[in-house]
């Protein structure tokens, strides 16, 4: 049964390609068309900017067996642009209009320093690898995204139960009404709300469209088991630190992405700090 992907879980859940995948191939074998608009703005309520000053970074959980086909994709993809229409969605959270047709992150603050290395949640242990993203995808007016500070179980934020009334219920891309739920003010009040503050919000989400862009806002990988870092060293022109144990690169075009074992419980920013992936503030980007 295939799942989707859901809270920084990768949707990669099947078996990983046995051979390479043709360069520049995206993965997508259903498109799901331009993220729909988002809800209409009330002219009522004061207008809230997207604001990444208090943003560290982006998380994304991925099996390490489906790393190399996501780099060479060269991006994150939803469930759906794998199985389409017809394909078996086995959660209830594929079914809501988020799950099975976004790639999820979960947001970090640059003042959240008790937020683990390992993750939290789904897609959260030592089986996985978590994607060190910048923040900056965000601000990209052509990646469509959506954001909750808490769990939605596979809704799209901003809307309810009483709105899938009259949607399909077999086909994910009928049910692509949602996602014109959320204005862009309470999207960006969400996410803002989210890394604000020393406090972290371990379920937050961010459901991105179709896809997440890997070129440019791949920052870093983190692991938290020997088993998960010694598979990541066998991918094509990976290379381990020989002065630094735990530590290397993997290509990935024209870069040399940091690969970073760590115990999982210690604090990500610290990590991310001494490994040169984030600023001294905190700042992945």
């Known amino acids: 049964l295939a799942l989707a992907p859901h809270q920084g879980i ?8 046995l051979t390479p995948l043709a360069e520049g191939r995206t993965g997508v074998r259903y498109a799901q068309g331009p993220c729909p608009p988002l809800a209409a703005a009330d002219p009522q309520r004061r207008q809230t900017a ?13 099996s390490p067996e489906h790393v190399q086909t996501a780099l060479q ?12 229409k017809d394909g078996i969605y086995s959660r209830t959270a594929d079914k809501n209009g988020g799950g099975a047709l976004a790639v999820y992150t979960r947001a970090v603050g640059i003042e959240q320093r ?30 469509g995204w959506r954001a909750s500070s808490t769990d939605n179980m596979g809704k799209v934020p901003g809307s309810t139960s009483a709105h899938q009334a009259g949607l399909p219920v077999n086909d994910p891309l009928g049910r692509a009404p949602l996602w014109s739920r959320q204005t ?5 009040s969400a996410f803002n709300e989210t890394v604000r503050g020393r406090s972290p919000q371990a379920n937050n989400e961010q459901l991105h469209w179709q896809s997440v862009p890997l070129q440019g806002n791949l920052k870093g990988m983190l692991v938290t ?48 700090k001494r490994a040169g992936i984030a600023d001294s503030s905190g700042r992945v980007r």
Not at 115 to 139: F, H, R, T, Y
Not at 233 to 242: I, K, S, T, V
Not at 261 to 271: E, F, I, R, S
Request: some cysteine; hydrophobic content about 35%.
């Open 10 to 17: 990768s949707a990669f859940t099947g078996p990983a390609p």
């Open 50 to 62: 997207l604001s990444l000053d208090s943003a560290a970074c982006l998380t994304h959980g991925i």
């Open 73 to 84: 994709q060269g991006q994150l993809n939803s469930a759906y642009t794998r199985l389409g």
């Open 114 to 143: 008790s937020w683990k290395a390992q993750g939290s949640g789904v897609g959260s242990n030592d089986s996985k690898v978590q994607m060190i993203l910048s923040p900056a995808v965000l601000e990209n007016p052509g990646h």
């Open 184 to 188: 862009e003010s309470a999207r960006n």
């Open 225 to 272: 088991s020997r088993s998960s870092f010694d598979m990541l060293m066998m991918l094509p022109g990976a290379r381990p630190d020989e002065g630094a144990p735990g530590r290397g690169t993997v290509r990935f075009g024209e870069q040399d992405i940091p690969v970073l074992l760590t115990d999982g419980a210690n604090p990500l920013l610290g990590v991310l």
